[in-house]
Structures are given as C-alpha cells and as structure tokens.
C-alpha cells in the first residue's frame, strides 16, 4: 500500500472541492485561498491549487491588500504560478478594487400601483401588440429585476405560471407583481386576465412569495387588483 500518494481536489469528497463547494454552500463558505484556487484552476507537482494558494496567501501575510500590491513577475516566482496563472489573480484583484471604489446602485422600489405604471408605461404603453412582462421584487419591495413572459397579439397574450416563478426562484425574490397592456384602449381587465390573476395568487401562496399586484396599462390610463381589492 502507498501510504504517501499524493492526493488531488479530485479525489476530495465533493463539497470539500471549491467550486462544487460554492456549488453547494455559496461563495461566502469559501475561504480566501479556496477562492484563489479557483482561479488558478491547478496546482503543482507537489501541492494542490488550494496547497499553492495557501502558500501565496501566507508568504503575504494573509492579507489580501498585500497581495493586491505583487507583480506578475513575483507571483511566478511561486512554482506552478505561470504568466497566465498571475494575469488571472491580479485582475480579479484589481476588479475587487474597482468594485469598493463604484458608488452602490440604489434599488427603485415600488410603493404604489403608480410607480407600477411609471415604471413600465414608456416600455410597453402604447405597443400595437400585448405584452406581460413581471417585476421581481425584494422583501422591502425593491426592484431585483423585470422579465419579460410573453407577447401576443391584438387582443390577448398567455402566461406560463411556472416560469414567473422560475423567474423569481432564479433571483431570490420575495415578491412578484404583474403587469400587462391593453392596446385597445380599455384598461379593464378581461376574464381570462382574471383567471391568470387567480392562478398566479394561488402559486405563489404555495411557494410562499408575495403576489403584490397585477397591473394592465392601457394609453394613459391603468387598472390595478390591488387597489380594487381584488389581490
């Protein structure tokens, strides 16, 4: 038996690895040098990536400043560190840099079925043709991100309840609001947009996300369940 084979990330159990780490826990489970192995993607001869980005984060005192601050030629002195190898860590670095010195995006946040329609009456007001489209919201209804479901024609479009919600699983929200036009001209809402709105609020109770409104945009005019009552 050869007690002494070198063992590689492959032969780790699979949530030691760190990619299928961050896979499974998330990238904050990972530590520094893990973080820096995936970069590197190999190790050495003698070390694996995580070995060699241990021993580059010691040589700088395990401070990342510090190592902000090597050269490409320095960190090719590390065996199993090429040119490549060094290009890679310095620009994820340098963009961890430029990062701290970008100004925080403030989040629009929707408080009211009018910031619903302020929001989406110069994307899809006066459109020939029907569109349904979704905001995805956080829990201090704040604007994740909007997806576009579906287009039709004149008269109606249709709904694929499971992707609004794989929609808002993908991106974490907690609240979800629909919202359509009518380009014929009456904000009412149809039968079969009342159908939708029912499906949808019954879906999303089970996967515990907040069905906020369901808003239908028509020239300057709007019409939202939420102020009816109707949500």
């Known amino acids: 038996m050869i007690k002494d084979k070198k063992l590689t990330i492959n032969n780790w159990a699979e949530e030691d690895r760190p990619r299928e780490k961050m896979l499974l826990k998330g990238v904050n489970s990972l530590s520094d040098a893990e973080l820096l192995a995936i970069l590197i993607a190999s190790g050495n001869r003698d070390e694996t990536a995580v070995e060699l980005s241990q021993r580059i984060l010691q040589y700088y005192e395990n401070n990342l400043n510090l190592l902000g601050k090597c050269t490409i030629k320095e960190l090719c002195d590390f065996k199993g560190i090429g040119d490549a190898k060094a290009i890679t860590i310095i620009a994820a670095l340098e963009l961890g840099r430029r990062r701290n010195q970008s100004s925080v ?22 459109l020939p043709h029907e569109e349904l489209w979704i905001i995805l919201l956080s829990q201090s209804n704040k604007i ?10 004149i008269a109606e479009t249709s709904a694929d309840i499971r992707l609004i919600l794989k929609y808002a699983l993908e991106d974490l929200a907690t609240g979800i609001i629909l919202c359509h036009n009518h380009p014929s001209g009456l904000e009412k809402p149809s039968s079969s947009d009342n159908a939708l709105t029912r499906k949808l609020q019954d879906s999303c109770k089970v996967m515990n996300i907040r069905f906020i409104d369901h808003v239908i945009i028509s020239d300057n005019k709007y019409y939202s369940y939420a102020d009816e009552g109707r949500i």
Do not use: M, T
């Not at 995006?105 to 006066?126: C, M, T």
């Open 105 to 126: 995006i403030e989040r629009r946040q929707i408080l009211a079925s009018k910031d619903v329609y302020e929001y989406f009456h110069p994307l899809i007001g006066d």
């Open 144 to 153: 994740i991100n909007k997806r576009k479901i579906s287009q039709g024609g």
